[in-house]
């Protein structure tokens, strides 16, 4: 078989076709293709040609992020490299249900993640309205008020607090803190 490793084109140019990398110190930073982000926490290792998402976990050479990148096996990515595998192409079994595994796994992410960030917003919108009619209103409510109305408006508060940081842990959180979020919505 051919020696794939030393065919592989460079990984920053290869995935600068995908995301906007920055240089960063001897590696490449940019915002995560895999998963919705606001600070980037994908790297780019030109010395290693490797890439890793701190946010998602999302890994591996210029093979795998092809593969990830685009759905392709194995042999679609390295024909998409225009890498040579040689004539013995075949793909161990053991390879092919890890990175469908690994797909899956991060379509199940991403789909927690959209579903904790749609109902975050909605709370937070929904709270968001209540609050600004509240405070268009304090100079009518304020005398008229009672301690418990008070109440209630203190706690509306308090949850857009709540929801805020719901968002910064949908965000910037690992996988175990989106599981708990997501599993108390549930």
């Known amino acids: 078989m051919a020696d794939i490793q030393h065919q592989k084109p460079d990984i920053v140019p290869v995935i600068s076709q995908h995301v906007h990398l920055q240089r960063t110190g001897k590696d ?3 915002l995560c293709p895999f998963h ?3 600070t ?4 780019v290792s030109p010395a290693k040609q490797i890439y890793h998402c701190f946010g998602c976990g999302a890994g591996g050479d210029v093979i795998a992020f092809i593969q990830a990148i685009k759905g392709y096996d194995f042999k679609e990515a390295c024909a998409e490299l225009s890498i040579d595998t040689g004539h013995d192409t075949h793909i161990r079994p053991s390879r092919r249900i890890s990175s469908a595994r690994r797909r899956k796994n991060h379509q199940r992410r991403q789909q927690r993640q959209e579903q904790i960030t749609q109902a975050v917003q909605t709370w937070a919108w929904w709270y968001e309205g209540v609050l600004a009619q509240i405070i268009e209103s304090l100079d009518y409510i304020l005398p008229r008020i009672t ?3 008070l109440e209630y408006f203190a706690g509306c508060i308090h949850r857009r607090a709540i929801w805020e940081h719901h968002l ?3 965000q910037h959180g690992t996988d175990e803190d989106l599981y708990e979020l997501w599993a108390d919505q549930n």
């Not at 980037?40 to 790297?43: C, G, I, L, R, Y």
């Open 40 to 43: 980037p926490s994908f790297t």
């Open 36 to 38: 919705t982000e606001k």
């Open 28 to 30: 490449y930073t940019g």
């Open 147 to 149: 301690p418990d109305e």
């Open 168 to 170: 910064t842990i949908i």
